[in-house]
């Protein structure tokens, strides 16, 4: 047990368990093969002792180095680490640059697309006023029309009615005219048979 415990306590600065390991081992084996000890000599436990002493000194020497090579690793992967960190802090710097530019640049789209979206409002309002100008100029010139086609229709009737009326006149002149023909044709037939009754009657004596 006294082994043992020198063991636990030589290698307990390792590791808790690893020495309670070797001390359980230890025990163990004491408790199988009692006799080891009862035979040993003096000078075989102190050569035992030396022995172990100096695996002892060969394991914390490995261990130590074994402590130095993990924390120069540590220290390596602390490094890549902190050196991927940056790099990251930079890309991330980069990407917020970019996002902050690309946000920029829409604000600066959207404004500018605002403006000629008011520009087009303001195109298609002047073009709505142009053509209810358009509008109300060819209403007017429109009722301005029709009233000189009713000016032109009632002066054409009155034109039509004075030509009837002359027509009129026409054919009432042409019936005087016809009438008269025919009264100084009767005279002048009747004076003509006249004569040539007068002429016969001569003639017959």
Same mark, same amino acid.
């Given at each position: 047990m006294g082994y043992a415990l020198k063991i636990y306590e030589a290698f307990r600065e390792y590791g808790e368990e690893k020495a309670r390991i070797l001390a359980e081992a230890?025990?163990?084996?004491?408790?199988?093969?009692?006799q080891i000890l009862d035979m040993a000599t003096k000078k075989d436990l102190t050569e035992t002792e030396l022995k172990l002493t100096k695996e002892i000194e060969q394991v914390r020497? +490995?261990?130590?180095?074994?402590e130095l090579r993990l924390q120069g690793e540590i220290e390596q992967?602390?490094?890549?680490?902190?050196e991927i960190e940056l790099r990251l802090q930079g890309e991330i710097e980069q990407v917020r640059l970019e996002v902050e530019q690309v946000r920029k640049e829409m604000k600066e789209l959207e404004l500018r697309l605002q403006g000629e979206i008011e520009q087009?409002? !303001? +195109?298609? +309002?002047?073009?709505?006023? +142009?053509?209810?100008? !358009?509008?109300?100029?060819l209403q007017g010139e429109i009722e301005r029309v029709r009233k000189e086609m009713k000016e032109v229709e009632l002066r054409l009737q009155k034109e039509i009615e004075q030509v009837r009326l002359e027509v009129e006149q026409v054919r009432r002149e042409i019936s005087e005219t016809k009438a008269s023909?025919?009264?100084?044709?009767?005279?002048?037939?009747? #004076?003509?048979?006249? =004569?040539? =009754? #007068? !002429?016969?009657k001569l003639m017959l004596r």
């Open positions: 230890f025990e163990e084996l004491e408790k199988r093969y009692p020497k +490995e261990m130590k180095e074994m992967v602390r490094k890549e680490m902190k087009v409002r !303001l +195109e298609v +309002e002047q073009v709505r006023k +142009e053509m209810k100008e !358009l509008e109300l100029r023909l025919v009264k100084w044709m009767f005279l002048f037939w009747t #004076g003509q048979i006249i =004569a040539f =009754a #007068g !002429l016969l």
